[in-house]
């Protein structure tokens, strides 16, 4: 919700509403004086009104189960199975929509860039730009043994931890989610930071502007 207005996922749609403000019931009349002169006795009220009614401002159809939609500048963002789509704010019209792997179930948008985390624990960045360029952080990291990391050592010890997914911030060469994966058998794993300039759209703007003015 962003003020008076409403975002929605579900149905098989995606939509957009407003909130109307309920309307005012006409004034009581003034009750009359007593006779005996002493004050009369206050109207009842059976509680507040209603809270108002909902607008449909647009509705699309969206094929793919949604799982997540953020409202950035003038963009929709919704996060669904397998794709990535951005809507118009104002119409509905989708402005530019890319593939995933797994179910976006979380987004977010920074310095113009949209990142999508997926549940199969990949994390994807998409930069405006009107072709595809993959981009990396570095050379590959030399394989490293949890042996030979103190610190992978010492994680692995406290957290006894066999399987999953962990996270690192500030992941730096990568030799630390090395040793963490090198010393389980089903190792655990760091999320690849990679960034996709998407393709541009065929009827509107190439670029995903999330941080346009709304």
């Not at 009369?40 to 949604?66: C, H, M, Q, Y």
């Not at 402005?95 to 310095?111: C, I």
């Not at 389980?184 to 996709?196: E, I, L, M, V």
Request: glycine residues 12%; hydrophobic residues 40%.
């Amino acid at each position: 919700m962003d003020g008076t207005g409403i975002y929605a996922i579900g149905g098989g749609k995606v939509g957009a509403y407003e909130l109307l403000p309920p309307k005012q019931p006409p004034a009581a009349p003034a009750a009359p004086a007593a006779a005996d002169g002493k004050a009369p006795a206050k109207a009842r009220s059976d509680g507040p009104g209603p809270l108002g009614s909902i607008k449909t401002v647009w509705e699309v159809p969206f094929e793919n189960k949604a799982f997540q939609v953020i409202v950035a500048g003038s963009s929709v963002v919704v996060g669904g199975e397998n794709i990535v789509t951005i809507f118009d704010r104002r119409s509905g019209e989708i402005r530019w929509s890319a593939k995933v792997d797994g179910e976006a179930r979380a987004l977010a948008v920074v310095d113009g860039r949209l990142v999508a985390g997926t549940h199969t624990g990949k994390i994807i960045c998409f930069a405006p730009g009107e072709a595809p360029v993959a981009r990396t952080t570095g050379p590959a990291p030399a394989p490293a043994k949890a042996s030979a990391d103190p610190l992978a050592r010492t994680i692995l010890d406290q957290t006894k931890v066999s399987a999953g997914f962990c996270m690192i911030q500030g992941v730096g060469d990568g030799k630390l989610a090395l040793a963490l994966a090198a010393g389980r058998t089903c190792g655990s794993t760091a999320p690849t930071r990679t960034a996709t300039r998407p393709p541009p759209p065929e009827k509107s703007s190439p670029r995903p502007d999330c941080m346009e003015p709304g």
